[in-house]
Each structure stands twice: as C-alpha cells, then as structure tokens.
C-alpha cells in the first residue's frame, strides 16, 4: 500500500460551528419567521411544510390583547408607528430566546460552518 493514498490530516473531520455561526444560524431563523410567518420560508416551488408558525407562537405565548390592541390601532388610524417598533422588538426577542439552542438553529450553524 502507498502512502500517497493515506489521508493526511482532517479531511474527514467535520468543523464544529463557532460561536458567530450560531449567532448568524438564530439571527436567519428569526429573520425568516418575521418576514414569512413561519420556519422554513418560501423556496422557488412556494412554501414548504411549515416547521414553526408564527401565529400560533404567538397565540400561544403573548397576550391576546396586544393583538386587539393593533387591530383597534389599525381602524381607527391611530399613529402606531412606535407600537408597531415596541411590538416588533419584543416579538424578535422572543423568537430568539425560543429558538436558541434549537435544533433548527444547530443544522443551520452546522452548515454554516460546513461552507467556510
């Protein structure tokens, strides 16, 4: 047998994700489900089978009267401006603290540092 075949070193070591890929892996998720409504997003053949809704997230673990609150907002033409920023933060928070150490976020910070 030839040395010359013999692996050399970590090639078939797979890369542990780093700390920032994690942080960029929770940061996608979230992004996503504020945007679309719900893990996964939309791909070039629509949506896919949604593995986390947003809806019934926050159905679950928010107030319903903050939803009626936006909604009154929304017919009375009340400037809500800094409701909606207030809301969006609180609601970006949570999703992160849901999602971290998720399984979702460990694939994705897998194959984030897959690629580097």
Same mark, same amino acid.
């Given at each position: 047998?030839?040395?010359?075949?013999?692996?050399?070193?970590?090639? !078939?070591? =797979?890369? @542990?994700?780093?700390?920032?890929? +994690?942080?960029?892996?929770?940061?996608?998720? *979230?992004? %996503?489900?504020?945007?679309?409504?719900?893990?996964?997003?939309?791909?070039?053949?629509?949506?896919?089978?949604?593995?986390?809704?947003?809806? !019934?997230? =926050?159905? @679950?673990?928010?107030?319903?009267? +903050?939803?009626?609150?936006?909604?009154?907002? *929304?017919? %009375?033409?009340?400037?809500?401006?800094?409701?909606?920023?207030?809301?969006?933060?609180?609601?970006?928070?949570?999703?992160?603290?849901?999602?971290?150490?998720?399984?979702?976020?460990?694939?994705?910070?897998?194959?984030?540092?897959?690629?580097?």
């Amino acid at each position: 047998m030839s040395y010359q075949n013999e692996a050399h070193g970590d090639e !078939d070591t =797979l890369a @542990e994700p780093s700390k920032r890929d +994690y942080e960029i892996a929770l940061e996608q998720v *979230v992004e %996503t489900v504020m945007l679309h409504g719900q893990w996964p997003g939309p791909n070039r053949g629509g949506l896919p089978r949604s593995q986390f809704d947003l809806y !019934d997230f =926050l159905n @679950e673990n928010r107030d319903p009267s +903050y939803f009626l609150e936006m909604y009154i907002a *929304v017919l %009375t033409g009340a400037d809500m401006f800094d409701r909606k920023q207030r809301e969006t933060k609180t609601v970006e928070t949570m999703l992160a603290d849901h999602f971290r150490n998720s399984e979702i976020v460990e694939a994705i910070a897998l194959d984030i540092s897959r690629d580097e």
